[in-house]
Nanobody, 125 residues
Framework: EVQLVESGGGLVQPGGSLRLSCAASGFTFKYYDMGWVRQAPGKGLEWVSVISRGGGSTSYADSVKGRFTISRDNANNTVDLEMNNLKPEDTAVYYC??????????????????WGQGTQVTVSS
């Protein structure tokens, strides 16, 4: 059974940082591209970042580019999201998921599968 468990969310002031982590099990992690998707209160899903199976390719939504960094550890089956210079508009539930799209340029949320339960990130003073 595929399981993805996110952790690391919380309350942070604007300009602060958080590191999210996702622990994967139930599949051969190193064979899958992975990513993060978020959902802000009252809004639709927004893809945030993706990383290739080997970690050599990454892509970021324009809204987080230059502030967020995705990474993975295939030895420990984890994928992380380092978030810096957080803004109130980053407030959302963040989900880890397998990315099954064929492109790292055109990315849609429908190409993410096997979501975790999510972790809440709140950016507020």
């Amino acid at each position: 059974e595929v399981q993805l468990v996110e952790s690391g969310g919380g309350l942070v002031q604007p300009g602060g940082s958080l590191r999210l982590s996702c622990a994967a099990s139930g599949f051969t992690f190193k064979y899958y591209d992975m990513g993060w998707v978020r959902q802000a209160p009252g809004k639709g899903l927004e893809w945030v970042s993706v990383i290739s199976r080997g970690g050599g390719s990454t892509s970021y939504a324009d809204s987080v580019k230059g502030r967020f960094t995705i990474s993975r550890d295939n030895a420990n089956n984890t994928v992380d999201l380092e978030m810096n210079n957080l803004k109130p508009e980053d407030t959302a539930v963040y989900y880890c998921a397998q990315y099954k799209g064929s492109s790292f340029v055109i990315i849609t949320t429908s190409e993410f599968h096997y979501w975790g339960q999510g972790t809440q990130v709140t950016v507020s003073s």
